[in-house]
Antibody, heavy 115, light 109 residues
């Protein structure tokens, strides 16, 4: 059974950093690209960025809205994708999902940016 | 940056047919945009329905079909069921990045 489990969300002050994790099981994690997607309260889905598989060069791509503040990493030995979020703003408050581009989503983790 | 546009809301009767569309500000949507479609119900994570324009996932009911229609990506639901009431999002690959549409709220009434 394929599972994606996000973790690391919580309450964080503006300007601080937070790292989210997406732990994958049930398929060969290293063979696939992973994306991060968020959904602000009552809003639609927003694609944030992607990290390609090592076989595909391991490159990253980011949405313009988060480029330079957010970084996606992967550890294929642990089957984990990370979303490093720096200089957080109140408008980054959202549920954050990982998506594997094979069809599977995590359940999401809530990030609240507030003083 | 590419803007992807969907109908904000649509209403369909049970058993009916409805088509949701997905347009790109850069021009006609082609297979090279690798259109994906997702369904999301309140309080749940999105669920993938269609990838690469018209391919169903193993769990996608046959009443959902994807296509290209008049320069847009399209998702057609045939024989709509009450449980199909949900938000639907398209996702396009454009200019080296992926972009979601704003979503369509489908009401089954």
């Amino acid at each position: 059974e394929v599972q994606l489990v996000e973790s690391g969300g919580g309450l964080v002050q503006p300007g601080r950093s937070l790292r989210l994790s997406c732990t994958v099981s049930g398929f060969t994690f290293g063979d696939y690209a992973m994306s991060w997607v968020r959904q602000a309260p009552g809003k639609g889905l927003e694609w944030l960025g992607l990290i390609r598989s090592k076989l595909d060069g391991g490159a990253t791509e980011y949405a313009a809205s988060v480029k330079g503040r957010f970084t996606i990493l992967r550890d294929d030995s642990k089957n984990i994708a990370y979303l490093q979020m720096d200089s957080l703003k109140t408008e980054d408050t959202a549920v954050y999902y990982c998506y594997d581009h094979v069809g599977y989503w995590g359940q999401g983790t809530l990030v609240i940016v507030s003083s | 940056q590419t803007v992807v546009t969907q109908e904000p809301s649509l209403t369909v009767s049970p058993g009916g047919t409805v088509t949701l569309t997905c347009a790109s500000s850069t021009g006609a949507v082609t297979s090279g945009y690798y259109p994906n479609w997702f369904q999301q119900k309140p309080g749940q994570a999105p669920r993938a329905l269609i990838y690469s324009t018209s391919n169903r996932h193993s769990w996608t009911p046959a009443r959902f079909s994807g296509s290209l229609l008049g320069g847009k990506a399209a998702l057609t639901l045939s024989g709509v069921q009450p449980e199909d009431e949900a938000d639907y999002y398209c996702l396009l690959y454009s200019g080296g990045v992926w972009v979601f549409g704003g979503g369509t709220k489908l009401t089954v009434l």
